[in-house]
């Protein structure tokens, strides 16, 4: 089978580049396309952006071209976008009949935009189904990095008892700011507590990620997250500390037997088997021995135990570039193609 042709939007980034390790030899996706701003356009892409991650570099001779629809041949495109400049780029793509898989927060709480986790809440993609049958342009996101280990391990404890409150705090990872991201002054032997607007992130995409698909629309779920982020100098993987009620107060064996049962709805190429992975040790999970789990695709979950304010308490850790990012967006672009939206 002959793989289809995508294009990267902001492919000289942190997630950009990522995209570009993790579609080598992809079975269904051929990167066609690197596109960037006008600092980078017609620049090889090895001088337009030094490789920055531990594998082989590669497709450094290929020209970097303009996020401009009219430049981009691709109908798939996958957007790694600052957000500033993915309000305006997406919507054009979009207007313009493609399929944009975007990475950038412009769009995700937007009614008719889904917000997807191909193993969490795959039927949203009913937002966009009929819109991608008749070949019309739509935008598809994936969540916010921190939001993605406490939401994936939320769903089994939704489904199986229903959440009543969280309450979280983050420990980030620098590669989540992007290139370069923080200064060095703010991350260097110290902690950050003000990573972006992410709080306000993890405590709104969860409730439209586990909500009900609902007529044209997603009705969300209605417990309260409190959440508190930091950026901690880790290179890659969020960690983050949670606290959770659940409805009839199960004991941490509950939990933990909920968290291993739970059954991806799908089998994609980039699934890991398992999703959820459960440590029994008490010094994990953390982002040194963790965040590569699956191939940067899995979460783990760890220190689930009786929490005497909330009744539950555990950590969850996921690679922030490639679960909360570039694999993320490649997983949703698996699913659509599964249900038969992306021709080949
Ligand atoms: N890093 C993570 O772990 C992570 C996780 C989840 C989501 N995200 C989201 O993914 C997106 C990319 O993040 P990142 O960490 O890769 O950021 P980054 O390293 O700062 O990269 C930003 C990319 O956007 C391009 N860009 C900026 N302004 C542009 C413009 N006006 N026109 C066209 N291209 C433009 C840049 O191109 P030039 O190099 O040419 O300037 C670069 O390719 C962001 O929306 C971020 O919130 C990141």
New binding site residues.
Partial sequence: MSRIDVAI????????QRFVELLDRHPLFRVAEL??????VGKRYGD??PWRLDSEPLLQDRV?VA?EPGTIRSKVVFS???????VG?EAAFRDAGHLVIS???AYRMDEGVPLLIPEVNPDHVGLVHAALSAGRGVIVTNP??TCIPLVVALRPLHDRFGVEAVTCASYQAV?????P?ESAWDMLGNVHPHPGDEEEKVSEEPKKILGTLVGGGIAPATFPISARCVRVPVTDGHLIAAQIRLTGNPSPADVVEALRDYVAPYELPSSPRPLLRLTERRDRPTPRTDAMAGGGMAITVGRVEACEVMGIKLFALAH??IR??AGGAIANAELLHRMGLIAG
């Fill in positions: 939007l902001g492919a000289t980034g942190m997630v950009g596109a960037a701003s006008d600092r980078s337009a952006a970097v996020c790694a976008l600052d957000k500033g400049a993915a780029i990475n950038a927060s916010n990095c590669s989540g700011a992007g290139y991201g922030n570039a909360g990012a």
